[in-house]
């Protein structure tokens, strides 16, 4: 049976629709499960939805709707994205669902049965919009506002059922400490610590079921609250999987991909992921997740996104980009574009730039000549390399260097140092052509079989980086491959395409199609 792998995004709030930022987390999801597939594993790739909290309420009923209903049309709009951008997940789950709802009140019972969970009474500050109680002194700091969008803290006091959050403070410490793994990247995990170390209260986990009209996880032992909306969304990565089995047919029917090798989520999620999740698995004595990763978040023209300031990259306009380029060429940008972990910025004029340096004269370039080479000067038919020499050897080098460091960086969420050893290579074999200068060979038939060696190696190269770019650009990686009449073979892992010298002399190749035009 081959290794498990385990990739989810946070589930998404269905109270505002799908913008560049959760297509951001969402492809990145996707480029890792793609890439674990080709290479041999078993992947499981999870995305979804998180439809309950005070905030889904409040939002329903500002458009005249039921939460349900805002839901369901919510939805809607990330499944059609997700599609339009060819994203692979396995599955993609509700928290409104019966398989999701059930499980939790499982999970809740367990901890109920455990004493990790108690009534108590709340009072204090309340930020609506990341649905999480704010200490006093947090509220003062920020001048009674939110930290993220700046909005009134609302003033609560309240019946409230607690998990003893505090009591697994040292032991997560202790954890985080003993994995540097665990929390990516690095700045991120010391912040954690540093809050951490400061003291952690218990977790409210519960509302009254009157402030949500009905709407939400009914606490199994009270009826008279729900449960909060952080317990029930975290769970979703383990419901998702058939756990805990509460007698269905979903039961532990992928109980196997646990535990997760990396949760995706947004750095403004961070804590919720590092410390409330952790620690509410380990009160079930479960395995915690191998890596939870926060990336940054996204700016548009240098400006933080407002529809009212018209830089909003919502789902239209994403389209819009897609149709201009291609859902490809957007994938890569978004992971090309910026340092994963770190903000970034979207503009139209960096997609353009770096569209016409990595894309067009980079990469299609490349492809371009050395099959108009090929048919130009041998028909179309692949000839065989016979002695390499210096040259060779730095395209050849190139190409090990990036087969050494592809499966490590992928393991490490690190995009930029993977696209960087690609770079490397298209970029050691355009200087290899100029070097070598095979279109001044061409006009010496002595030079015949030197001229074999250098369009063998140029092709080699090619095929190397559309094989190792697949993930990223899947549709144009492929009709780049159709143009060189390759594909894998079956059972052949991504790594074992990445070995040199696997192309076979004599076979033709096609007349070639740019795939990617320059952008004027």
């Given amino acids: 049976m081959s290794q498990t792998y ?149 003033r609560y006091q309240e019946p409230t059922y607690y998990f003893r959050l505090s009591k697994w403070v040292d032991k997560l410490i202790e954890y985080i400490e003993a994995n540097p793994g665990f929390i990516k990247p690095q700045a991120r995990r010391n912040e954690v610590l540093s809050k951490l170390k400061m003291g952690v209260e218990d977790l409210s986990i519960s509302r009254h079921k009157d402030k949500l009209g009905g709407w939400g996880i009914e606490m199994p032992n009270d009826p008279t609250h729900s449960v909060y909306v952080w317990i029930d969304a975290l769970s979703n990565y383990r419901t998702a999987l058939g756990w805990p089995e509460i007698g269905d047919e979903h039961d532990a029917t992928d109980e196997k991909y646990w535990p997760a090798d990396v949760h995706l989520i947004g750095k403004d999620i961070l804590w919720f992921h590092t410390v409330y999740w952790p620690a509410i698995l380990m009160a079930m004595d479960q395995p915690l997740p191998k890596c939870v990763f926060a990336h940054g978040w996204w700016t548009s023209e240098g400006k933080k996104m407002s529809k009212s300031l018209g830089n909003f990259v919502s789902r239209e306009t994403i389209a819009e980009i897609c149709g201009e380029y291609s859902v490809d060429v957007y994938r890569y940008f978004l992971l090309r574009a910026v340092t994963f972990g770190a903000d970034g910025d979207f503009s139209h004029d960096a997609l353009k730039g770096r569209y016409n340096t990595d894309l067009a004269n980079g990469l299609g370039n490349l492809l371009n000549r050395t099959l108009n080479m090929i048919t130009r000067y041998f028909d179309g038919v692949l000839p065989a390399a016979c002695e390499n020499g210096e040259h060779e050897k730095v395209v050849i080098d190139a190409a090990a260097d990036l087969e050494a460091a592809a499966c490590g960086a992928m393991e490490d969420c690190d995009f930029g140092l993977y696209l960087d050893k690609i770079t490397a290579l298209i970029g050691a074999t355009n200087g290899y052509i100029e070097v070598t200068a095979p279109f001044k060979l061409a006009k010496d038939e002595s030079q015949r079989e030197r001229l074999g060696t250098i369009l063998y190696t140029c092709a080699d190269a090619v095929r190397i980086i559309l094989n190792y770019l697949s993930p990223f650009m899947p549709e144009m990686m492929a009709a780049g491959l159709k143009q060189m009449n390759w594909s894998l073979a079956d059972g052949q892992t991504i790594s074992d395409a990445g070995k040199w010298g696997q192309l076979t002399p004599g076979q033709q190749v096609m007349q070639p199609e740019p795939l990617f035009p320059r952008k004027s």
């Fill in 6 to 154: 385990y990739v989810t995004t946070p589930i998404y709030y269905v109270n505002d629709v799908p913008h560049i930022g959760h297509s951001y987390t969402t492809i990145a999801a996707d480029v890792l499960a793609r890439y674990f597939r080709a290479a041999g594993r078993d992947v499981r790739f999870l995305t979804g939805t998180d439809e309950h909290g005070i905030k889904i309420v409040k939002a329903s009923a500002e458009k005249g709707m039921t939460p349900k209903e805002l839901s369901d049309q919510v939805v809607v709009g990330f499944e059609y994205l997700w599609k339009d951008l060819n994203i692979s997940n396995d599955d993609f789950i509700r928290t409104s669902q019966p398989r999701h709802e059930k499980r939790v009140q499982a999970i809740i019972t367990r901890l109920l049965e455990r004493d990790e969970i108690y009534l108590g009474q709340y009072e204090g500050w309340y930020d609506e919009g990341q649905e999480e109680f704010i200490t006093e002194s947090t509220a003062a700091e920020n001048e009674f506002k939110s930290e993220v969008n700046g909005k009134p803290l609302v």
